[in-house]
Nanobody
């Protein structure tokens, strides 16, 4: 049974930082594109960032470029998202996914259950 588990979410003040982790069990993420998505309240789920199987290419939605960094540690079967300079509009449920291809889209192999990020003063 494949499990995709995100962690690291929480509440933070504007300008703060969080590091999300996504640990996968029952499936080896090596050779797979991985991605982060988010679902803001009242809006549709959006693609946030993707990384190729070897880490050679990364994609970011314009709104997070220069603030967020995606990375992976295949030895730990884990994906990360470092989020800096957080803004209230970053408030959303954040999801990790094992993607079919790069750049990733919402048609994925596996989804996590999500972790809530709230940016508020």
């Amino acid at each position: 049974q494949v499990q995709v588990v995100e962690s690291g979410g929480g509440e933070v003040q504007p300008g703060g930082s969080l590091r999300l982790s996504c640990t996968v069990s029952g499936f080896t993420i090596g050779l797979n594109t991985m991605g982060w998505f988010r679902h803001p309240p009242g809006k549709e789920r959006e693609r946030l960032s993707c990384i190729t199987w070897d880490g050679s290419s990364t994609y970011y939605v314009d709104s997070v470029k220069g603030r967020f960094t995606i990375s992976r540690d295949d030895a730990k079967n884990t994906l990360y998202l470092q989020m800096n300079s957080l803004k209230p509009e970053d408030t959303a449920m954040y999801y990790c996914a094992v993607a079919y291809n790069y750049p990733c889209n919402t048609n994925v192999k596996y989804w996590g259950q999500g972790t809530q990020v709230t940016v508020s003063s």
